[in-house]
């Protein structure tokens, strides 16, 4: 209820002043600076403006007495005052407004200025360990920064022209402030609105297209027909203060702008920026809260995907990051282990050769310790969502391994059976899952299923009965049957044939027709030609005429 009360209020503060603001489409200049209570001298000097001291020319008061209208007003009157400012910076001649001064000096005061603005939509400081503060603090924030963003706009309008040299270079000493401000307003989090996301996304596009650029990344990167030099350490410098040990969770925004800016740079921008954004991502990942470990995993696996390996490896970097990440292990929490998982495994390739590269001896490595926990935890698993994060990650773990997938078959074969025993709902994701890791296992270690065949066959068959006494749609009791069918084929077929002259011995009188069916597609017709073809170079064998495996 207080929620909507300030959203009333907002819009209605946000309705007023914005009517007030089309009064002033149609004014002239000297109107507009009377409504800003400007002084005549400034109003005189209009056009004809001459070099005078360090921030002293009629630009410079004009925007000093802005900024401090700003402190002290309401909410609505400081609405209608950003409105006339933007029709100021809209209706300015370039005379004015851009007067003879140092390019230096009049970078600095439009800098201060945009700054004043953007400090006054700023997020208000949390002074807790949690790092958040009530919805209610944020309830002003929205109109703010959709009257902060329509100044800015009209700035970058009369900035526009790119051939302009002064125009040019203030540009790019405004861009990365603007920049952080808009990204910090269009997260879709409490302290943002429809109408405040809206325009934040049209002042960023704005930059960009200011610049020169054609989009964001590449603004941030630096791909343009001149080859400039992008503006992410500029951002990254503005951000950085803010992304400390004791300041981070200051404000609330620091860490979703971090993120959003970092994943909009990638190869080969990225590793030129490496000592700035690997810190700040392992920081946020060791917080306690969970949005936080995710979003942090989330950095750090942006990193692993943008930056060589060689530069990963740099100082132990890699190293520290695979610490980091199996600490996250250990942890109960579905939302911070689908992130972790698949981090890790794209971490695993920098730190260790390929199993299946038989040019050096194949010790046990971090793979097997990864696995060996992955086991580990899913044998002890309630959690049907666990469970079947667990089971969809142990196929590409299995792909990756290869044959040395062989040192883990014995507690491997333990889980498998024990997720094929358990239902896991209407959908059976779970048990499809491990079906399919159970499809990839006889396929990389086809030559130690012979073993295992009394074991998994017995479970397999035992998974056709109870599919046809349990009720399940259609479509997962088809996809169940068809999976457990064709491992029983690849498992006949790693064996030579062995399973199935057991299944021949099966009694047609006690099983139920649609097992018996499922049965007879093993025994009648193993796998088709096409079936087999591809199963053969998955196991790396040669066929003889007769039809046996070399």
Known sequence: MVTDVSR????????????????????????????????AEDICSLNHSKPSGDHDCPVARALRHIQDMLKSKTLEDVVVILGFSEQLFRMADDSWLLPDVPDSELRSLFLHFVKSLTCYAALPVCDTDSGTVAPDFYK???????????VLQSLLFRLGDTAHRTKRSLTRALAPCISVFAVTHLQDQSWTSDASRKDAVALLASVAGTTGHSSVPDM??????DDDAGLVQEVLDIVKPELTKDNWKRSQATRHV???????????????????????????????????KVLGVKCLHHIILNVPAADLRQFNRAQVLYHALFNHLYSSETALL???????FDLLPVLEKSPADVSCPRRRNRYDEVMCHILTYMEMEDKIRLRHLYASTLVPFIERMGIVIVRHLKRLEMVIVGYLEISDGPEETTRLAVLTALEKTIQVAWPRMECRMPVLGRSLLRLLCDVTRETQPPEVREAL???????????????QGKLRAILRDVDDTCANETVLECIQKVIGSPLSDCCRNTVDSCLGVERQPGGLCQ
Request: proline residues 5%.
């Open 8 to 39: 009333v209020l907002s819009c209605t503060a946000f309705t007023s002043g914005h009517q007030t603001y089309k009064q002033t489409a149609n004014m002239d200049l000297s109107e507009i600076l009377k409504n800003l209570q400007i002084s």
């Open 258 to 292: 971090f993120f959003w800016i970092l994943v909009q740079v990638k190869r080969p921008c990225l590793v030129y920026h490496l000592e700035t954004v690997f810190p700040p991502s392992l920081l946020i990942s060791d917080d306690y809260h969970l949005d936080n």
């Open 481 to 495: 049957l068809a999976k457990t069918t064709c491992c029983l084929q690849l498992l006949d077929y790693s064996t």
């Open 338 to 344: 689908q992130v972790v998982l698949p981090c890790l």
């Open 220 to 225: 941030l990167s630096g791909r343009t027909t």
């Open 140 to 150: 002003d924030i929205p109109v703010r920064a959709c009257a902060v963003t329509a």
